[in-house]
T-cell receptor, first 114, second 114 residues
Framework: AQSVTQLDSQVPVFEEAPVELRCNYS??????LFWYVQYPNQGLQLLLK??????LVKGINGFEAEFNKSQTSFHLRKPSVHISDTAEYFC????????????FGQGTILTVHP | KAGVTQTPRYLIKTRGQQVTLSCSPI?????VSWYQQTPGQGLQFLFE???????NKGNFPGRFSGRQFSNSRSEMNVSTLELGDSALYLC?????????????FGDGTRLSIL
């Protein structure tokens, strides 16, 4: 069975400051990793994905994440946040035999203050 | 290319009724997954369909069912509605022939049970 833990339920930060949203996962098999963002009254938008290869992956809106297999982590980072980044962020994992079943963390609410 | 379309966006039902939600995937996508999102339980996987066949199912009671049509459109049905079924129901589509392909989400149907 897979599980995903997002270590912070809420992260407040000031505009133009850097931010890191933490995600740890557990799985007995190889996994694919994703970060999604959800704005109020909307669905989930894919920010980035790790499938294989380089452990540093870049996504949309200036976000990037680093896959660390030994620490089973996939933390999301942005060097300088904007007010418009205020949203809820979800880390998700999918294994090679999941057949469409994404397992999500509980989400991190990022609030960017002016 | 049009995104994933879910209808209706909002629904209000009473206990004991049944409801059908619809999802039209991105053109060319053959896999459709359904998720339930609630404040208490977060995002939970309901089931996944690929080429009209259910390939995977989450831990939900039999009152939750789904189907997929030959054009890949999918419907989800919930019978004998309970108060606890109030949630945002999200549909996601992907190409589906490999698990590594990311899922793209619709904006969801918000179901309220009175």
């Amino acid at each position: 069975a897979q599980s995903v833990t997002q270590l912070d339920s809420q992260v407040p930060v000031f505009e133009e400051a850097p931010v890191e949203l933490r995600c740890n996962y557990s799985s007995s098999v190889s996994v694919y990793l994703f970060w999604y963002v959800q704005y109020p009254n909307q669905g989930l938008q894919l920010l980035l994905k790790y499938l294989s290869g380089s452990t540093l992956v870049k996504g949309i809106n200036g976000f990037e994440a680093e896959f660390n297999k030994s620490q089973t982590s996939f933390h999301l980072r942005k060097p300088s946040v904007h007010i418009s980044d205020t949203a809820e962020y979800f880390c998700a994992v999918l294994s090679g035999t999941s057949y469409g079943k994404l397992t999500f963390g509980q989400g991190t609410i990022l609030t960017v203050h002016p | 290319k049009a995104g994933v379309t879910q209808t209706p966006r909002y629904l209000i039902k009473t206990r004991g009724q049944q409801v059908t939600l619809s999802c039209s995937p991105i053109s060319g996508h053959r896999s459709v997954s359904w998720y339930q999102q609630t404040p208490g339980q977060g995002l939970q996987f309901l089931f996944e369909y690929f080429s009209e066949t259910q390939r995977n199912k989450g831990n939900f009671p039999g009152r939750f069912s789904g189907r997929q049509f030959s054009n890949s459109r999918s419907e989800m049905n919930v019978s004998t509605l309970e108060l606890g079924d109030s949630a945002l129901y999200l549909c996601a589509s992907s190409l589906g022939d490999r698990d590594s392909q990311p899922q793209h989400f619709g904006d969801g149907t918000r179901l309220s049970i009175l």
